[in-house]
């Protein structure tokens, strides 16, 4: 296939970034070489602006990209917002439901270029801490309430489905949880997912002809993965990630996008 043909947009954690938060060799000259062909290349992520922005620059991405799990479009090299939507009022009845009920919960509440801490924990510290990030620590009423773009639960996985559980019964309505990874559970708009952000980033970015290719890893990803013209799935993600995908590359220690976009040339 023409390169020049072609969107690929990944999930970062767990598919482009090593267990070691790290990018291959081989993935980095496979990526050059994919967009010195023309091809388009962007990621998709539960990453806000600052946390985003270590690895895409890194990759020196010059496309748009989705952040916040598909809450916003975010274009690191002109560092503007495309689009975005914030988190309803009703998710701060939530937060203190889950406060009332956890009260060991953590809980980041991620802001356009700032990270919230208003339940602390030693996940939230390990999260801070992996990703060599500042906080501000305060109440929920400290939070500014415009340019929420989502609420990021952080609890030990033995624990995490209990949390699950609950906000299934009962912190439902005008938003979406999505489960990013064992440790991470999350709060969005209402109707927001990557696939969601993916679609606003192709009509954003006016890429409406181009062959779609998304890989992931986690729950997060999978709507994303259904929806693309090119569904991937890395060896290390859920079986019903795996289940959903065109493609079945090796896992995120082995170089899988040079394998992806080889899979692509060949088509």
């Not at 390169?3 to 990526?31: E, M, P, Q, W, Y």
């Not at 406060?99 to 356009?112: S, T």
């Amino acid at each position: 296939m023409d390169f020049r043909k072609v969107l690929i947009v990944t999930d970062l954690d767990g598919t482009l970034l090593d267990d070691k938060k790290n990018i291959s060799g081989d993935d980095l000259r496979a990526i050059d070489e994919f967009r010195a062909a023309g091809g388009i290349f962007a990621a998709a992520t539960g990453r806000g602006v600052p946390m985003a922005k270590r690895v895409i620059d890194v990759l020196d991405i010059r496309t748009p990209c989705v952040i916040f799990n598909g809450a916003a479009v975010y274009d690191f090299n002109a560092e503007k917002f495309l689009w975005h939507s914030d988190m309803p009022d009703i998710s701060n009845k939530y937060i203190r439901m889950l406060e009332e009920r956890f009260p060991d919960i953590g809980i980041e509440v991620l802001h356009e270029h700032d990270v919230y801490v208003t339940d602390d924990n030693r996940t939230v510290q390990e999260h801070l801490a992996l990703e060599s990030l500042s906080a501000t620590y305060c109440t929920l009423d400290e939070v500014p309430t415009e340019g929420r773009m989502k609420v990021l639960i952080a609890y030990p996985p033995e624990k995490m489905q209990s949390v699950i559980d609950f906000t299934m019964e009962n912190c439902g309505e005008g938003v979406n949880w999505v489960h990013s990874s064992p440790m991470y559970y999350e709060m969005l708009p209402e109707g927001i997912s990557k696939a969601y952000g993916c679609k606003k980033l192709v009509e954003t970015a006016g890429m409406r002809d181009k062959f779609v290719a998304a890989a992931g890893d986690f729950g997060n990803d999978k709507a994303m993965i259904e929806q693309a013209d090119l569904g991937v799935a890395v060896a290390n993600a859920l079986d019903s990630v795996k289940a959903a995908a065109d493609l079945i590359v090796s896992d995120n220690n082995h170089s899988p996008m040079r394998e992806i976009i080889e899979y692509i040339r060949k088509l």
